[in-house]
């Protein structure tokens, strides 16, 4: 299959559990009423598209059936689906490759994918030619820098790494001056995953930065945070205290194939004021691709 059909099929349970059951809803209503803003919202909150995100869409219909602009219930779908297009649309760049290195700070908690998904950018990257290091930073974890060289060697790209327990930023520093001397066109850091100390996690992201930003003032130049898709309105808030410990500039969302709560995509740039960039829906190496929203929605309608 190709990448929309993959992303079609993984989105089955989301698109169940929401566009379905809008549909079932349009089916058996002709009016835009009080009963159909109800029983919308029901489904809306459902599918963990998020009761700020809800409250957004429904404002959005009242408005369009009072202008006129929607008359009658089956103009609802159609409209939804425009309206969540613009909703998800980001103006600035997937990953501002253009320095060199450009430098990307992953984060996220244990779990949610993390260091898989630094494999499978590293993967993209190197399909188009560009020289990619990626940085084991995440030396707590038991097994997390083995990991990381597996991709490594997949994608043909260099891994720094020391022993576990060693100091993050160290490593960090290792890796930027390997980046610097190869002439990488990108390095990607993965980090800790712990949240259980919130201070200990904060300070050693920022003791990351200082680290980087010594070398290359400007770095990093994204820094993308990790979310598992089938955790719903919890990654989101997971996103609230990573936004608050680290410049969070996108967000990488996994496992949307298996899960029934995808209106999460649409809930993370309206709830945390952040792009989606990278989406992930299955476990094989190309079926990790750019977030394209207009994709992304006519898979969730089934079109």
């Known amino acids: 299959m190709g990448f929309f059909e993959t992303l079609k099929a993984g989105l089955a349970r989301t698109r169940f559990n929401l566009t ?24 809306l909150i459902s599918a963990d598209v998020g009761a700020k995100t809800t409250e957004k869409l429904l404002t959005a219909v009242r408005q369009a059936a009072k202008d006129h602009t929607i008359k009658t219930a089956a103009e609802v779908m159609p409209f939804l689906r425009k309206y969540m297009v613009e909703l998800l649309t980001d103006p600035g760049q997937r990953t501002r490759v253009g320095h060199k290195p450009t430098v990307i700070l992953v984060v996220g908690v244990n779990g949610v994918g993390k260091t898989t998904t630094i494999g499978k950018l590293a993967h993209y990257y190197t399909l188009f030619k560009y020289k990619v290091v990626l940085a084991a930073a995440d030396t707590f974890r038991a097994a997390a ?7 490594g060697e997949k994608g043909g790209c260099e891994v720094i790494a020391h022993g576990e327990g060693a100091d993050p930023a160290a490593v960090v520093f290792d890796a930027v001056q390997a980046a610097k001397a190869r002439q990488a066109d990108l390095l990607f850091i993965d980090t800790a995953g712990r949240l259980h100390n919130k201070t200990n996690l904060m300070n050693e992201l920022e003791k990351i930065h200082r680290v980087i930003q010594k070398e290359i003032p400007d770095a990093p130049h994204d820094t993308f945070l990790v979310l598992d898709a089938t955790t719903g309105q919890n990654a989101i808030s997971q996103a609230k205290e990573f936004v608050k410990s680290a410049k969070v500039t996108g967000v990488v969302l996994t496992k949307l194939d298996g899960t029934a709560k995808g209106g999460v995509v649409i809930a993370v740039k309206e709830e945390l004021g952040l792009p989606v960039k990278w989406i992930g829906v299955g476990e094989g190496m190309m079926d990790f691709r750019p977030f394209e929203p207009d994709k992304f929605v006519d898979a969730l309608f089934g079109e």
Do not use: G, N, P, T
């Open 145 to 151: 820098a083995e990991q990381l060289k597996i991709w």
């Open 20 to 43: 379905e059951k809008i549909a079932d809803l349009i089916s058996s209503s002709s009016v835009i009423d009080d009963d159909f803003m109800e029983e919308l919202e029901m489904i």
